[in-house]
């Protein structure tokens, strides 16, 4: 897309690759496209940042627009609306995603020359649109329309306020897109759109005193608002009435700025400071709680190298991602930078992290004044009024070093090595050295102001001005070489003139352009125009560039500086700089009205040397007209274009500017030709000391990587070994499961033996089954089949009955339809006559009505014609009145005309006695200005020796004043002492009470110990007889499956019996499975009673050891229980002793301190001349011994205390430290006031002596 105004016709020169910078006085200015995708106002364009790969897009403003003063997003992300300034403001709306625009939204009636806040409607098929000084109307835009369907002023009509920020955000309801909120200055109001017009809710904050409203946002899905103010306050508005302030809003005085909804979770706010505060929703009933804050600006100091320690950081903008994420926020500050601050992922409780990423890079957060580029290097070098120099990559697109300073920087240079700089500060001319990641100061020099500086083309020499002077050095040796002089003001811009850099160029604020030879240090050409003011020079071998106040561009030979060889207007604005690409042949300007313009000076040199031919050759019929050489103008910043440079190889143009933006653009030109690769030099320059600091670092790095080597083998082999174990156990454990799984298996076999015989012998039995199901189906539906046939042919008959019937009621309802045409078409035939006969009617009336229009049309035409020869003959009477008035004004303008050249000769001669008065003027002012600059050195000496004689009088005044005040301290110290001693007694009785109540809580607590022994010691027996019913059930398992198992195995033998086919082997088996199970009966019951009689009786004794297993196990236990508690009561026993003691040890203390503080204000007082007696502090002292024998009584009687009479006692004893510690610093005071009064006053008596005299030094 195409960023400046190019002819149709005409190949784009440059187009805009990079922007590092942001304006950050657009409301909303920063806004989230997509997860990954922010957007940005940079001067006249919207920059579309990708933060995953780093690329940049831009979208232009329109031709008419004179700057950007708001943003906004829809919920959808679909549409972009920006807000354009201009005498006629509008609203363009863009595509975020392809960027194109949509919509331009523009109404002429709406009082204002912009729009200072915007607002989509959660559909985003609405826009709010608040304008503003002086009208203030407030615009409800129908996008898809693109309509504004209703306009109503906010602000009170009756009392207008002159106030240019009296509104400040407007929004529409994200649940009722036909409501809009407006907020500012003591302005909080509700509007509905009803009716086709938007009309006032008589809601708001009601009676409330109205404050500086800065923000509010909507909280969804409820009707909620948050409002922020200026002094802190976040107050709640809910159904559109004031509910009351939140109470953890800050209230702290500083401001709250902007405001965003958190999803459906709550909001976030910032404002003054860089504090963000994130609030949630809560359940209690303050509804919000505030979880995490911090502050943009601490961080900012302590990270970044940009922000002096003075500055302060307010919070501008936020934006959120779009959901579902909600994760990420932009936050846009006053100092021009751009964050982002994850809030999912951020660390709050680590202060020395940084929780919030810089987008894109750090950009300069004022004015920029001085731009360099490098020959050897791919770099760049910016300076600004924010003292901060930076140095950009412009291949990387990124901020190398950046270096702040505690003064500002007029101007920069950098060495086409890369190695070296030139700054420029108000006291001196600094020369770095340029490091890694670090720039120092090598060498300074006495150039005060110097505003321009430049190095050579070659490096060899360095040149600055000041004032009206230029030095040159010789850069290898800083050896100065001499001085250029002979402008008579102030130099605005310096230039080494190719092709070698013994000739330099200068132009000044004097109308003068000069060329100097550095062979011989003077000057070899000169241009002079004293009315111009020239701000920028260049040149090449044959034509010298200069632009000053007089919005043109002039072009002059190096051969003949004085002669102008042409002149090519710029129209509407002042050139601010120039720069030139030699092999492209283009001239690079930078205007005040924020644009870079591109102009051929091919085509202007061809010009000039065809004019010169014509004029050689005596053609007087060539014209000489002005050829127009600019070929294209792209808007760059918001405000002048400050500097514009080009880069060695002519393929790259930086351009900054007043708002703080530095733009990088790629030359596109077509007769560039095919880019050459550059090879750019990598050597860098670093510190003897940091190179041994470095090399010390990486011989400790690498005794460190071989400790770590010697203990990664040593960790790996201990590894190794516990691996192997591991594996051996492994192996174990495998064999282990091997078998345990063969045996599952082979017992699974068993079970799948069984099942099949069991599946064989069910499979048999459901074939036989199915078998007789078939049957008896089959002969079912025979019957149903037979059944069905019958009925078949008796449907036939009925059919073909009903057919005959049906064959015959078709014959009579045709007759009858028959019959009814006839009659309808007889009937038709009777209306269409009758219609006939109507039109016939209606034509006749209008021809008789066409009659009477043409007899009307007759009688007008004739009256308008006598009205038209009328006017005609009046307006002839006027037109030759007025051809008398031209021919008397021709003849006066003919005589003024006489006039004018007698004035313009009188004019001239009066220029010429000016311009020497000036210089008269001049050199007075030069005078008046070092004498002003004496009277204010005398004066501000003056005005110190003023300021320490009034301190010594009001420090005099301060310590008798303060004298009065111990005198009355005096008092309220014995008082309160006096209070102390009257509230120990009282502490001393809530002591005893409290370990009375103690005694009674140990009581009850033995209590519930024994009730609580006795639960244990039941709970324990049911659990003994819970695991004696557990062993029986098992026993009975156990039974039940080996009965199990003697089936299985009967079951088994049976069914091998069954299957085999031998008689014979049958009987045998017969025989043996019979004595296996039956022969020995009668010792198998023998057996097995027995076998019952020992499990009986081991049964018993079983449960007798276990019975008394369990005895012992819980008296083992009961034992240790009672040990420790016992252990337990001497722990607490002994802390309770301890505590006692030190409490007591305190209470003594305390008493000792006060006593001592009793007898310093007594021996005080006895020093004091007009003090009062100091008897009376010793009572108070006496009494104290009482509560505090009393303190100690209670100390030892006690032998439990309650630890919150404990804690009670301690802060206490806490508070009366700290009162003893404030008694000592009043005393201190006044034994300094006694010290003072005790001696000599000045002038009193034959003592006194005046003050010594004030020394000029001081």
Excluded at 479 to 508: C, N, Q
Aim: glycine share 6%; with cysteine; charged share 30%.
């Amino acid at each position: 897309m195409a960023s400046g105004n190019t002819a149709p016709d005409k190949p784009q020169m440059i187009s805009r690759r990079f922007v590092m910078g942001v304006q950050h006085d657009v409301k909303n200015g920063c806004q989230f496209i997509d997860e990954n995708t922010v957007a940005w106002t940079a001067g006249k364009n919207v920059v579309v940042y990708n933060m995953q790969y780093a690329t940049q897009k831009f979208i232009p403003a329109s031709d008419t627009c004179e700057a950007l003063t708001a943003m906004a997003i829809s919920n959808n992300r679909r549409s972009l609306a920006v807000a354009e300034m201009s005498e006629t403001p509008a609203i363009a709306v863009y595509d975020p995603q392809t960027r194109r625009r949509k919509r331009f939204l523009q109404v002429p009636e709406i009082g204002s020359r912009e729009y200072v806040s915007l607002g989509f409607s959660a559909d985003g098929r609405y826009l709010a649109a608040q304008g503003g000084f002086p009208e203030w109307n407030l615009v409800l835009w129908s996008v898809e329309k693109t309509k504004a369907v209703a306009m109503i002023p906010s602000n009170d009509r009756t009392n207008p306020s002159q106030d240019r920020r009296l509104i400040n955000q407007c929004t529409i309801s994200p649940k009722d897109p036909t409501v809009m909120c407006v907020s500012g200055n003591g302005i909080f109001k509700f509007f509905k759109y009803q009716d086709n017009q938007l009309k006032l809710l008589a809601s708001g904050l009601g009676k409330s005193e109205p404050m500086n409203y800065l923000a509010h946002v909507w909280l969804p899905p409820d009707d909620r608002i948050i409002v922020s103010t200026d002094n802190g306050d976040l107050l709640l508005v809910e159904n559109f009435e004031y509910r009351h302030q939140l109470p953890l809003s800050p209230s702290d005085g500083i401001s709250i700025d902007t405001l965003i909804a958190h999803g459906t979770k709550g909001f976030i706010c910032g404002g003054d400071m860089g504090t963000i505060s994130i609030y949630e929703k809560s359940e209690d009933k303050e509804l919000f709680r505030r979880v995490k804050t911090h502050n943009v600006g601490a961080e900012r100091k302590d990270s970044d190298s940009l922000v002096a320690a003075d500055d302060t950081v307010k919070i501008l903008g936020f934006s959120i991602t779009p959901p579902p994420s909600d994760e990420c926020i932009s936050i846009m500050t006053s100092n021009r930078q751009l964050y982002v601050l994850n809030l999912s992922q951020a660390d709050y409780s680590k202060a020395e992290d940084r929780i919030c990423d810089v987008v894109c890079q750090p950009f300069h957060a004022a004015a920029v004044t001085g731009l360099d580029v490098c020959i050897r290097k791919p770099l760049l070098v910016t300076c600004g009024k924010d003292r901060n120099v930076i140095l950009w990559n412009y291949v990387t697109n990124t901020a190398e070093v950046t270096k702040h300073f505690s003064t500002e920087v007029l101007s920069v240079a950098i060495h086409p090595s890369g190695l070296h700089l030139l700054l420029g500060f108000p006291d001196k001319l600094r020369f770095m050295n340029i490091y890694g990641d670090d720039i120092r100061e090598f060498r300074s020099f006495s150039i005060r102001s110097c505003s321009e500086c430049r190095f050579s083309n070659g490096g060899q020499f360095f040149a600055a001005m000041h004032s009206t002077i230029i030095h040159v050095y010789y850069t290898y040796t800083c050896e100065l070489l001499g001085h250029l002089r002979g402008h008579g003001g102030k130099i605005r811009s310096i230039y080494f003139a190719p092709p070698d850099d013994t000739r330099l160029l200068s132009a000044g604020i004097d109308g003068a352009v000069y060329e100097f030879s550095l062979a011989e240090f003077h000057k070899v050409h000169d241009h002079n125009c004293k009315s111009i003011s020239y701000n920028a020079v260049t040149g090449d071998d044959t034509t010298v560039w200069i632009a000053g106040n007089d919005r043109k561009i002039r072009q002059l030979s190096r051969i003949h500086l004085d002669q102008v060889q042409d002149e090519h207007d710029l129209r509407n604005c002042n050139a601010a700089c120039l720069a030139q690409a030699l092999g492209l042949k283009l001239l690079f300007a930078g205007c005040e009205d924020g644009t870079l313009r591109v102009y051929n000076t091919f085509l202007a040199e061809k010009t000039v040397m065809e004019r010169a031919q014509h004029e050689k050759a005596g053609d007087t019929t060539h014209t000489g007209g002005r050829t127009e050489i600019m070929i294209e103008s792209h808007p760059a910043n918001a405000g002048a274009v400050s500097r514009v440079a080009v880069s060695f190889d002519e393929s790259v143009v930086a351009s900054v500017g007043e708002d703080g933006v530095l733009t990088l653009w790629d030359v596109v030109a077509p007769h560039r030709g095919q880019r050459k690769e550059v090879q750019f030099a990598e050597e860098i320059l670093i510190d003897k000391k940091d190179l041994e600091e470095r090399n010390r670092a990486i011989a400790d790095l690498h005794e460190k990587v071989a400790e770590l080597k010697q203990r990664m083998e040593h960790q790996q082999h201990k590894r190794e070994m516990k691996h192997e174990e591991t594996l051996a156990e492994l192996k174990e454990k495998f064999a282990e499961g091997r078998a345990k799984q063969k045996q599952l298996l082979d017992k699974l076999l068993g079970e799948k033996s069984e099942q099949a015989i069991r599946f064989t012998d069910a499979l048999g039995d459901m074939e036989e089954k199915h078998r007789q199901d078939l049957q008896r189906i089959d002969h079912e539906y025979t019957a149903k089949i037979k059944t069905l046939e019958d009925q078949a042919a008796k449907l036939e008959e009925g059919i073909a009955k009903q057919i005959k019937d049906h064959e015959e009621q078709k014959q009579l309802a045709a007759d009858a339809a028959a019959q009814a045409a006839e009659d309808a078409a007889r009937s038709y035939a009777q209306q269409l006559r009758e219609a006939d006969e109507q039109i016939d009617a209606l034509q006749r009336q209008k021809k008789r009505a066409a009659e009477e229009a043409e007899e009307i049309t007759r009688e007008i035409e004739s009256e308008t014609d006598m009205e038209i020869m009328e006017l005609k003959e009046r307006y002839e009477q006027r037109m030759k009145a007025e051809q008398d008035q031209s021919s008397h004004l021709k003849t006066e303008n003919a005589m003024m005309l006489g006039k004018e050249t007698v004035v313009k000769a009188d004019l001239d001669a009066k220029k010429e006695d000016i311009a020497s008065k000036k210089n008269d003027q001049a050199q007075l002012q030069l005078q008046i200005y070092n004498n002003e600059r004496d009277i204010e050195a005398l004066q501000h000496e003056l005005a110190e020796r003023v300021d320490t004689i009034a301190d010594k009088v009001k420090r005099i005044y301060d310590l008798q004043k303060k004298n009065e005040e111990l005198g009355k301290f005096r008092f309220v110290l014995e008082y309160k002492i006096s209070e102390l001693n009257e509230q120990i007694a009282p502490r001393n009785e809530e002591i005893e009470a409290a370990n009375a109540k103690y005694a009674e809580m140990e009581f009850e607590a033995a209590k519930y110990l024994r009730s609580n022994d006795e639960l244990v010691l039941s709970i324990r027996g049911l659990k003994l007889k819970l695991d004696g019913q557990q062993r029986e059930m098992e026993k009975l398992r156990k039974q039940l499956s080996d009965a199990h198992e003697f089936q299985a195995q009967l079951y088994t033998e049976l069914t091998e019996l069954h299957e085999e086919p031998n008689p014979r082997q049958v009987k045998e088996k017969t025989k043996a499975l019979y004595y296996r199970h039956t022969a020995p009966q009668g010792s198998s019951a023998a057996a097995s009673s027995s076998t019952k009689r020992a499990s009986t009786a081991g049964g018993k004794s079983a449960t007798t050891d276990d019975a008394q297993r369990d005895y012992n196990r819980t008296r083992d236990y009961m034992e240790r229980t009672v040990s420790g508690l016992k252990k337990k009561l001497i722990k607490d026993s002994e802390t309770n002793r301890a505590d006692r003691s030190r409490i007591t040890g305190e209470s003594v203390t305390l008493i000792k301190e006060i006593n001592e503080l009793r007898k310093e204000i007594g021996r005080l007082k006895q020093q004091m001349p007009d003090g009062a007696p100091a008897g009376g502090a010793t009572a108070p002292g006496a009494s104290t011994v009482g509560p505090s024998g009393t303190l100690g009584a209670t100390g030892a009687s006690s032998v439990h205390q309650d630890p919150s009479v404990l804690a009670a006692t301690q802060k206490e004893i806490e508070t009366n430290r700290v009162e003893i510690q404030k008694m000592r610093t009043k005393i201190e005071e006044l034994e300094k006031s006694i010290q003072i009064r005790s001696q000599p006053r000045p002038g009193s008596g034959a003592a006194g002596r005046q003050l010594p005299p004030i020394s000029v030094s001081r």
